[in-house]
């Protein structure tokens, strides 16, 4: 258990849902960050949030909107997803977002049919 | 840009024995950490073990060990008296080291999948 937890850990939506994911971590980090995993590709950092504020946004569909209202709470909102978006979502902290070691989530296992 | 190459899709190793994951990497920095994270079936992605790039010294935690060389931007892992619960996903990840107002956001390879035999 490494302090960051995720849910739901499934999640099957179809491509007119909103639904949302939720972490939140218990570190005292406050630097979050999401992730995508898909099949046979290296993980791609989608957002990164310091203190609240994003950071870093990787060019990623408006159809995801992520949102921290304080720094132990990040989630990441879906509306509108396509097939292909179905992937492992992973969320990670780390003490700040100079810190060199991030902890991550379980994991989100989302599918759009 | 960086980029981390882990040629190694698949592994096997028998339990007890030793085995050796390849990681590469390409940075025009000379300074930078790597790593190396484990993603079991629960698919937590677990730190390994880490490596500063400053530091000459190979890292090593316990039965896990790195080959770090850094001329030759090669970063493996070593398992010593591999247990079955070393089965799972081997991601290298690189972070450069973020000034001032950038980030350095850690960047991952595709992963070694290591089976362990009974």
């Known amino acids: 258990e490494t302090g960051v937890t995720q849910t739901p850990r499934h999640l099957v939506m179809g491509m007119t849902n909103k639904k949302s994911l939720k972490c939140e971590q218990h570190?005292?980090?406050?630097?979050m960050y999401w992730y995508k995993q898909s099949a046979k590709k290296p993980l791609e950092l989608m957002f990164v949030?310091?203190?609240?504020?994003?950071?870093e946004n990787n060019s990623v569909p408006s159809r995801f909107s992520p949102e921290c209202p304080n720094s132990s709470h990040l989630f990441l909102h879906l509306h509108t997803l396509q097939p292909e978006d179905s992937a492992l979502y992973l969320c990670?902290?780390?003490?700040?977002?100079?810190?060199?070691?991030?902890?991550f989530g379980q994991g989100t296992r989302l599918t759009v049919v | 840009a960086q980029t981390v190459t882990q040629s190694q899709p698949e592994m096997s190793v028998q339990e007890a024995e030793t085995v050796t994951l390849s990681c590469t990497y390409d940075?025009?920095?000379?300074?930078?950490?790597l790593f190396w994270y484990k993603q079991p079936p629960s698919r937590q992605m677990i730190l390994v073990i880490r490596?500063?790039?400053?530091?000459?010294q190979n890292a090593t935690e316990n039965r896990f060990s790195v080959n770090f060389q850094k001329a030759a931007k090669s970063f493996s892992l070593k398992i010593s008296d591999s247990q079955l619960g070393d089965a799972a996903m081997y991601f290298c990840?690189?972070?450069?080291?973020?000034?001032?107002?950038?980030?350095?956001?850690?960047?991952f390879g595709k992963g070694t999948k290591l089976s362990v035999k009974p």
């Open positions: 570190l005292g980090h406050n630097a």
């Open positions: 990840a690189y972070r450069r080291i973020p000034y001032g107002g950038s980030q350095g956001n850690l960047i």
């Open positions: 990670a902290s780390s003490q700040s977002r100079v810190n060199t070691e991030a902890f």
């Open positions: 940075t025009s920095e000379s300074d930078y950490y």
């Open positions: 490596q500063e790039a400053y530091k000459q």
């Open positions: 949030y310091s203190l609240e504020e994003r950071v």
